[in-house]
């Protein structure tokens, strides 16, 4: 029996892609990349070779129900977990930590956010591979830290210590986790050398992160006990839209990986992004001659530099004179916007459904 189980995480809005990302359909469901996969798909695809189809699970809005399906025809419905309504991280791993258990007590379990992106995959499975091997042996928490190539100030960092376990080579205990950091901190933590980005992806067996609820999270452990009866039967869901929305409004690093001792950071390089904003998305993309980055095969580029375009293919577009923008169209909606005001995103959107 393979005890390999994959949670991905795909509840979120993604509100600072608009007008591509919308409340109908989050990010996560969209080809932002232009690669004829979305990012949810993408994210099944690094982990088919690691866990089989009928161990991977979808943790989503019940909103989302059919669009995960239907761009995952290889899961059933009972894979995807719907959620009556958002309550961070925490309760959302709960939930299917404790409905993986009541089937497999042995499972080993990856999380992963569902709109991340990773440019070098053979690298992430090698990584997830042996963070796998170590957690089946050991009650350890395993989390991904991503080595920084630059002073990042928005991404939360890793502080590993600096005295090596013994139980393996490749791992160092945590010993701090930090929040996102000015510039002149984050640069401080790049000349340390033992700080890393903070990429949300976690490794652990089902005792382990049962345990870590039980200690740091004794009431949402209960009101999941609760639940033992009613996985993977026709009452789940009433279940489940009674009890979720009582659980706390929590995240997993905040009220879990923040409070555990037996945490373990895997230093890692595999060309990983959150793709959190257009800017990200500009980071990852190829660039033409101007440097700017485009998706669209009909998109004409005069005198423009540094821009990120995302024009979907039926659309003819010229664009003349920009430097450093942002210029993105769908469902007839269009942005223009400075890639450095683009922290305002939401407030437009916002200020045009008005």
């Known amino acids: 029996m393979n005890n390999n189980n994959l949670v991905i995480m795909a509840g979120g809005v993604g509100s600072r892609f608009w007008p591509m990302s919308t409340t109908e359909t989050p990010k996560q469901f969209i080809d932002i990349l232009g690669v004829g996969r979305t990012l949810l798909q993408l994210t099944f695809d690094r982990f088919k070779d690691i866990c089989p189809p009928e161990n991977i699970w979808v943790v989503t809005s019940e909103s989302y129900k059919n669009l995960t399906l239907s761009q995952l025809p290889e899961l059933t419905s009972e894979q ?10 925490a309760p959302c791993i709960a939930y299917a930590s404790w409905k993986i258990k009541s089937r497999n007590p042995q499972a080993n ?3 992963s956010p569902a709109d991340h992106i990773v440019a070098n995959t053979e690298e992430f499975k090698r990584v997830i591979k042996e963070s796998l091997e170590f957690t089946a042996k050991h009650n350890k928490i395993i989390t991904l830290g991503i080595k ?9 960092y890793i502080q590993a210590s600096e005295f090596k376990d013994s139980l393996t080579s490749a791992l160092s205990p945590v010993q701090a986790f930090r929040e996102k950091p000015n510039l002149e901190k984050a640069q401080k933590y790049i000349e ?3 700080y890393f980005w903070n990429a949300g992806i976690f490794v652990w067996n089902i ?9 740091y999270l004794p009431t949402m452990a209960s009101l999941f006990d609760t639940g033992d009866p009613h996985w993977f039967t026709l009452d ?5 839209n009674t009890n979720f929305p009582n659980c706390e409004k929590i995240s997993v690093d905040y009220g879990i990986m923040e409070q555990a001792d037996n945490i373990y950071v895997y230093p890692a390089d595999f060309g990983w992004s959150d793709l ?10 190829p660039k033409n001659v101007g440097s700017n980055a485009v998706i669209g095969n009909q998109v004409k580029i005069i005198d423009s530099e540094n821009c990120v375009v995302n024009i979907p293919s039926d659309k003819k577009v010229v664009i003349q004179g920009l430097n450093n923008f942002i210029v993105a169209e769908k469902d007839n909606t269009l942005l223009i916007c400075n890639k450095d005001d683009e922290q305002n995103i939401r407030e437009y959107s ?3 459904n008005k």
Not at 207 to 215: H, K, Q
Not at 236 to 240: A, D
Not at 276 to 285: E, K
């Open 236 to 240: 789940e869901q009433s279940f489940i």
């Open 148 to 156: 920084p190539h630059r002073p990042e100030t928005g991404y939360g």
């Open 192 to 194: 340390a050398g033992n």
């Open 350 to 352: 916002t200020l045009l």
């Open 207 to 215: 005792s382990s992160i049962e345990n870590a609820y039980r200690t």
């Open 109 to 111: 379990l990856i999380v």
């Open 80 to 89: 995807v977990l719907l959620e009556p309504c958002m309550r961070n991280t």
């Open 276 to 285: 959190g904003t257009w800017g990200s998305l500009y980071d990852l993309l």
